[in-house]
């Protein structure tokens, strides 16, 4: 078993670069399968995600290359199989991306029912709803989603809620439909724009995305084509929450400051420092930080991805603040954990009462998902002592080489590997 263990109480300070999105990565690698020819996609994150996808992708039969310089080069000429292999994408929420593109180039496909953090119900209702208004027929069958249309025809899908699953997936599925499918309410997210903008580098023909209406007109044919992934705006968060919380002074390179506005805005609020160039924000988090109240919403609101970060934060700031979770249901169980910690935080429903006073010290504790072990990351660098954090699986799923990362900040942190 791993384990990542930090001393807390060291001030953070210097630079750090962030790696390509996670959420971009794992909607782009399955969409090369779209392409009838070879894909290379650069500044590819190295995480537990995006290695079960490349793990999955081989399994349906696309070549897969991954080199040391952070590039994927994937060849989708030879697909033999529509039907992803159970093991490979059960634990990756993302593998119903296979749906969607499969569904569009070959008219079949048959993915596990997805996996991922588990914080509450995760539908996928509006997938379906969005996949079978264009022709296709579904049935969920032995823990397998089973898609089939002899063709799909362009629609107008209004999705009931804002959904980046299901606006990247129907996108994927209408590349090659006939005519023209738009999607209303669709999602903003930064990485639907990137998937976006790779498939329209392989020759789709997708319109708007970034705003809420997205046109996707149907065409014959992908080529392969060279693709850059955007930063991670959640890393990049995650550490400028830990420049925040240590009274630090960091500089988070290789970002696009527009991706963090609603970040930028909260820790202002706070008193924090915070500048920017045309790629880094420089975070200086000294004196007493303010309390704030924040409300998780989708892009460009404030990402319900840094709400675990933003609660560790608010347990070492001035006053007392609120969080409300609007995107899941259940996403406050790492509460528990930031508690034994000494956190003092009341939730009620969707709602949680941040005490600024809490005095944190060291304990062992347990990540329950992605973020929920970012937050706990975050807690231990302030806290006094020891913390030795356990399931550390679920952060490697979406933050390369953390330790290391934060470590080259000045953090007293480290890996470990102990017995069960
Ligand atoms: C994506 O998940 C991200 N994952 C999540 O990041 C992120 O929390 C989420 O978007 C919201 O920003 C990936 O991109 C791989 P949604 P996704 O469909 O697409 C409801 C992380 O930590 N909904 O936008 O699965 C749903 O219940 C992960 O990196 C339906 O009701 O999320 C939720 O309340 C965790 N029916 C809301 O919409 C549907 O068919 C948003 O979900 C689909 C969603």
Redesign the pocket.
Known sequence: MEYIVINGGKRLEGEVYVSGA??AA??IIPAAIAANGVCVIENLPYIEDVEGLTKAMTQIGAVCTLRDDHTLEIDSRNITNCCADYESVRKI??SYYLLGVLLGRFGQAEVPMPG??NFG???????IKGLTAMGATINIEHGMIKARADRLVGTNIFLD??????TINIMLAAIYAEGVTVIENA?K?P?VVDTANFLNILGARVKGAGTDVIRITGVQELHGGTYTIIPDQ?ESGTYMIAAAVTGGDVTIRNIIPKHMESVISKLSEMKCQVSTGSDYVRVQGGGDLRSVNVKTM?YPGY???LQPQMTALLCKTKGTGILTET???NRFQYINELKRLGANIKVDGRTAVVSGDSNLTGAQVNATD??AGAALVIAALAAKGETTIGNVRYIDR?YERIEQKLGSLGADIRRVHREA
């Open positions: 996670k959420n794992v909607a929420r993302a991922g953090c119900v995760r539908p996928i209702d509006q997938h809620v804002v959904s980046v699953g299901a999602a997210e990485h959640i989708p990402p319900t991805d995107v899941w249901e992605l973020r979406g």
